[in-house]
């Protein structure tokens, strides 16, 4: 199932539902025909979008909006927070191109303190899943939550089957007492890549799926600590602010330590390009992250990055 | 006022020319060209006769500005540079590579470009706050912010023109490239914005509204510069998306255009008056 489909069979099947979106409808090229009055585009009106959706959501619908994730986050920060956090009410953010999906859009379109802006929202709940199939798993979870939510939107797609989901909690892929991955979003697909390679070289591996950012598996995060030599943070966010913060903040909050290597941007944004180049030039690709963590160079080869595709 | 008087078929010329870059951009990987298409002629007439900016004088305080805030455009000001020697055309190959800076949006690693832009209605204000430092040191020179119409949907754009006329920054114009699309709609379909001219003026603005194709006309509106004491100007210009392309003119699927090698071969005859590119490439929607 995509996530067009999703909303639409949410949406025709609850009629508290309502689609909205700040002129961006590559998420929702259909919807308009079928949900009618339901469907609202305000035009590039990322402000004026939020302060609607929370009008509509005090008369007791469940707005889901859609924009591009720097000017849904940014732009519209202080509506965010004050016209939905405030009175907590259900507003439901879905992010398109957000971290490294912005490709070749440059910094303005770069999304890469999402998700530590929104988790500094009070009320507010974040999520980022691995893959389409993750997506799909995810949502219909969070869109019956009490809370506003944050989504990055990731409609690609992976291999890997994911288990039923539970807010909160993190997706444990698999344990290893060597190096533990953590990772959420588009890089998850790196990570597999990683992994196998990891393995191939004889290590303990252990792959983390965190998906639930906020709340966060505290639990997930101090197993994967306490029970692996290294912890990876793999993010395509800031440094400061996303899984390499919360996983400082979880450790400090129960009065433990941990050997920690991050992948994060760290005070910079990233080279614009296409995706697979962003990935290669800035060093996150399965292979590159593999021998960053060995500290040497393998035979294995890198497999094909897929280009993002947002036609009709 | 002085200003160039560039002949016009000299300014088709390089327009022309301009085109058959952002054609040749729109591949392995793509952009903007509709968007690109339609500014074409409003940036080369700028940059060729109405404002003070050459490869010599881009650090001078003195010198005109030109902000590029609609930013989907970047390709007709590439090619508008390299056409006048500002930017070294095997540059433009380097569109979308990681070893330059030549990507869908303007940023400044690029000699010329005064700002980066990409988030719609920034440079609007950017824009004022050159031209209130020109006032306050009692400077001559211009300053230009190129917006598209879409990007009118974003509020900071009409708090632009308020804040303007309040400061009656008569130095500054705000140039609407007005071609009737946002993304893969219409404007008037979506967020209706006519009446245009008399929102500006409303607002406080001294408006002129042209066919931006017509290098005639710009000729005749920029000479009227400034338009009226005290107020900010606005040029509505008129214009087609994809211009200069019958195939993909005014079409609301071809903003965003990655085409592959054989349709940019057609498109370029196309451009020259040769038949119509049958394209066979998939159309992109929103990104």
């Known amino acids: 199932m995509t996530y067009e489909e999703l909303l639409t069979q949410t949406a025709l099947s609850d009629e508290r539902f309502i689609v909205m979106t700040a002129e961006n409808r590559a998420l929702v090229r259909n919807i308009p025909g079928k949900l009618g009055k339901r469907f609202i585009d305000t035009g590039i009106t990322e402000q004026t979008m939020i302060g609607a959706a929370a009008g509509l959501a005090l008369r007791g619908r469940i707005p889901v909006v859609h924009a591009l994730a720097s000017f849904l986050t940014m732009r519209a920060f202080e509506f965010v927070r004050t016209d939905a956090g405030i009175p907590n009410l259900p507003v439901k953010l879905s992010s398109f191109i957000p971290g490294f999906l912005s490709d070749g859009n440059g910094p303005t379109h770069q999304a890469v303190e999402d998700i530590s802006l929104m988790r500094g929202i009070p009320n507010m709940t974040v999520f980022a899943p691995a893959d389409e199939q993750d997506l799909v798993t995810m949502l219909p979870q969070i869109w019956n939550h009490p809370t506003p939510s944050y989504v990055r939107i990731n409609t690609r797609k992976t291999d890997h089957q994911h288990a039923p989901f539970e807010l909160g909690k993190a997706e444990v892929i698999s344990k290893g007492e060597d190096v533990t991955i953590l990772t959420y979003g588009l890089l998850f697909e790196q990570a597999l890549i990683a992994t196998e390679i990891l393995k191939n070289e004889g290590l303990s591996v252990g792959l983390v799926n965190l998906r639930s950012l906020k709340p966060v598996d505290e639990q997930a995060i101090l197993r994967a600590t306490q029970g692996s030599n290294l912890t990876i943070t793999l993010e395509d966010h800031f440094l400061t602010g996303g899984l390499y913060s919360i996983v400082a903040e979880v450790l400090l909050k129960h009065q433990l330590t941990a050997k920690v290597l991050p992948f994060a941007l760290n005070e910079k944004w990233f080279k614009p390009s296409l995706l697979p180049n962003v990935l290669e030039y800035e060093g996150f690709t399965g292979k590159q992250i593999a021998e960053k963590i060995l500290g040497y160079n393998t035979r294995s080869v890198q497999p094909e990055i897929s280009i993002p595709q947002f036609s009709e | ?287």
């Not at chain 2, 607002?203 to 004491?229: E, N, T």
Request: with cysteine.
């Open chain 2, 1 to 287: 006022m002085q200003i160039v008087n560039t002949p016009v078929n000299q300014l088709e010329a390089t327009a022309l020319k301009v085109r058959e870059h952002i054609i040749k951009m729109s591949t392995d990987g793509g952009c903007f060209a509709g968007a690109s298409l339609s500014a074409a002629d409003l940036i080369v007439y700028l940059y060729s006769d109405f404002l003070s900016i050459n490869k010599n004088n881009l650090d001078d305080p003195d010198r005109d500005y030109l902000f590029l805030s609609k930013g989907h455009d970047v390709p007709a000001l590439y090619g508008t540079f390299a056409e006048l020697g500002l930017l070294d055309k095997e540059r433009l190959k380097n569109h979308l590579s990681t070893q330059d800076h030549i990507y869908w949006h303007p940023n400044t690693h690029i000699p010329g470009i005064e700002f980066h832009s990409g988030s719609l209605g920034h440079l609007p204000s950017v824009a004022i706050g050159v031209a209130m430092d020109i006032k306050i040191k009692g400077g001559t020179n211009k300053v230009v912010c190129i917006m598209g119409d879409g990007e009118l949907n974003e509020g900071t754009c009409w708090e632009a023109v308020l804040v303007a006329n309040a400061y009656k920054l008569d130095n500054l114009i705000f140039v609407i490239d007005r071609n009737h699309f946002q993304a893969n709609m219409a404007t008037e379909d979506l967020i209706p914005l006519e009446p245009l001219h008399d929102k500006f003026t409303a607002f406080g603005a001294a408006v002129k509204r042209i066919d931006g194709h017509s290098f005639d006309a710009l000729h005749d509106a920029f000479s009227a510069y400034p338009f009226q004491k005290d107020k900010p100007n606005v040029v509505i210009a008129d214009t087609v998306r994809g211009k200069g392309l019958p195939s993909i003119e005014r079409r609301a699927d071809r903003w965003f255009c990655n085409f592959n090698a054989g349709e940019v071969e057609d498109l370029l005859k196309e451009l020259h008056g040769e038949h119509l590119t049958q394209l066979t490439s998939e159309t992109l929607v929103v990104r």
